[in-house]
Every structure is written in structure tokens, then in C-alpha cells.
């Protein structure tokens, strides 16, 4: 039963990080994967969904800084460019 937060956790940050954007940036792909990832790591490691969703919250703080320092000075402007 401990799986059933972080499935609802993780669909709802996938399906919110979908509406973003049509390309992403690493930034939030970063913030997207490291909150699925820590949310999992969370649970296994406190069983709790207390711990699930703090494992998800730091998750996408370090997925965020990861992809941020990943994306180029051009890609910080992606939403600024002309088709």
C-alpha cells in the first residue's frame, strides 16, 4: 500500500511537467525526474508518505539545479525563439 502515494505523486508531477512546455528544458526534465526518483527513494527508505513526499521535494530541487547548470546560455531563452 505504500506505493499508492508515490504512483499518485509521480503521475501528477509527470502529467504537470507534460503541460509545461513543448521543449523542455534540462531544468525541467531535471525537476521532473529527480522528483519521481527521490519520491521513490523516499518511500523505500522511510516507508512513510511523509517520507515519499519529502523525497520528492528535495528530488526536484537537486533534478532542477542539476538540469539548470546542463542547460546553455540558448536554451535559457528557448521560449523566446522564432520558428
Known sequence: MARTPTLIISTALALGLAGCASHP???????????VAGGLLGDVVFGS????????????????????RNDGPSQKKRGKHRH
Open 25 to 35: 528544458t534540462n531544468a525541467q526534465i531535471g525537476t521532473g525526474a529527480g522528483a
Open 49 to 68: 508518505t511523509l517520507g515519499t513526499v519529502g523525497g520528492a521535494a528535495a528530488g526536484a530541487l537537486i533534478g532542477n539545479e542539476i538540469g539548470k
